[in-house]
């Protein structure tokens, strides 16, 4: 039997105070969407220099890059907002580097919610610094919001779910900006006038997602998506 691929996930960064320093986390339900669908999750630390993230490229099998805050504003030329919260600058610039050089290998990639937007701003895309109005139909407070999306019908992500409209959950105050997608980036997903997927067409499995299926409560959609992902990092 095949070994299970070993899948990078992101980390980000937690300011703890005592001996122990700060921490490099992740929520838990990435994981066990990985483990759930017979992958591997990989942590890659977000402090890695580029010969060490070379080094996990080499190892790996698939990439995902996760969800969190906000990516500054001068990586995609944009404006300071009073709803931005920035990442820590050395995790941002160590996700982007990583989707650069991931871009740059046979490999399998997807970004959930500010993972789709680090996929779009690394590879030279842009992002609508917040969604004003629009902000309540995609978040609320103290957890996910629901609403419903459309597909592209001949995406990679309508074979995969087999349908059109989809009940997604989602909760961000940014999106990709569809006038500033990066090159041969596609969206394949929409809400209304807000991005919801962008695919780059090719022979490999690369999808950024704005919602969050790990931890959607509907287990078919969860296990529709990560199966997709875990097998195409078998190479299947």
Known sequence: MKSAPRIG???LLEPC???????YVRPHKYDLAIVEA??????IP????????EQYLDMLDGLLFIGGT????????????PKIRPLPETVAVNHLKLVRMAFQRPLPLVGICLGMQEMNVGNGGGILADLGELTPYHRRSGGDQFHRALL????????????????LNSCHHQAVDPAKLAPGAEVTARCGDVVEA??????????GL???PERIPDDEHRKKFFGAFVNACRGN
């Open 46 to 53: 977000a402090f890695a220099d580029d010969r060490t993230l």
């Open 152 to 167: 592209k019908p001949d995406s990679h992500l309508a074979a995969v779910f087999g349908c059109r409209e989809l009940l």
């Open 198 to 207: 962008i695919e780059f067409p090719g022979p490999f499995f690369r999808i």
């Open 9 to 11: 996930l992101t980390t």
């Open 17 to 23: 105070a005592g001996v122990a320093g700060d921490w």
């Open 38 to 43: 017979g992958g591997l999750p990989v942590s």
């Open 210 to 212: 704005q919602w969050h």
């Open 70 to 81: 906000d990516i500054p504003p001068h990586f995609y030329g944009g404006e300071p907002h």
